[in-house]
């Protein structure tokens, strides 16, 4: 992988594509490559490999940001913490650098962030973290990102599955993800008095004609 200012150029991939470099990339080669390659959403595991996520189908990406909008309204209520949308990278104590679809940080972790953290990737795990499963994605695989996210300091997760019409909830300290499956889902935590419609969540994906 020559040159970080140079754009990936990839062959008609797989469903999944990880990409390898020797040595591995540094954070901050790494950071470089993403922002160099904007049209891409790359993410890191903690062995280094950089796994190239697809785009998302229209039914997701208009359901992402309906988990996104009700997020911030809730966050609108009290002005608290910092909330972010699926383009914003982590750094993580492991070492891997991931992007959530959602994400919530309490206000103590938001007063850390300088003016010039603001321009990188974040050194923090988020307190509270959404991911959205797609038809592209593995639902095993996902699994292992919402335990990695618990695993390195997010007190909350919640995986929502469309398909099934269910939330799995992650808690940190829990070793098993709790179901949920009615009209909505309340936060706890760090997002106490947040509850998301999944009604309105599972509207985007019914065709309107």
Not at 60 to 84: E, K, P, R
Not at 135 to 161: H, Q, Y
Request: aromatic content about 10%.
């Amino acid at each position: 992988m020559k040159g970080m200012n140079a754009s990936l150029e990839l062959p008609v991939s797989p469903r999944h594509l990880v990409l390898e470099s020797d040595p591995p990339l540094t954070d901050e080669e790494f950071e470089k490559l993403c922002f160099a390659n904007d049209q891409f959403q790359l993410e890191r595991t903690k062995e280094g490999k950089i796994e190239v996520n697809p785009l998302t189908g229209a039914f997701t990406g208009n359901a992402n940001s309906v988990i996104n909008y009700q997020l911030s309204a809730w966050w609108d209520t009290h002005g608290q913490g910092m909330v972010f949308d699926s383009s914003t990278g982590f750094v993580l104590p492991d070492t891997s650098i991931m992007a959530p679809d959602a994400a919530y940080i309490r206000e103590t972790k938001a007063q850390q962030i300088t003016e010039e953290d603001g321009q990188h990737f974040l050194r923090m795990c988020p307190d509270f973290v959404i991911e959205l499963l797609s038809v592209s994605d593995s639902p095993a695989k996902t699994k292992r990102k919402m335990e990695s996210w618990i695993s390195n300091g997010a007190e909350l997760g919640w995986l929502i599955d469309p398909y099934r019409k269910q939330v799995l909830v992650y808690g940190y300290g829990n070793d098993d993800a709790r179901i949920e499956t009615g009209p909505s889902v309340k936060g706890t935590g760090p997002v106490e008095g947040f509850t998301l419609d999944l009604n309105k969540v599972w509207r985007c994906y019914q065709p309107r004609r």
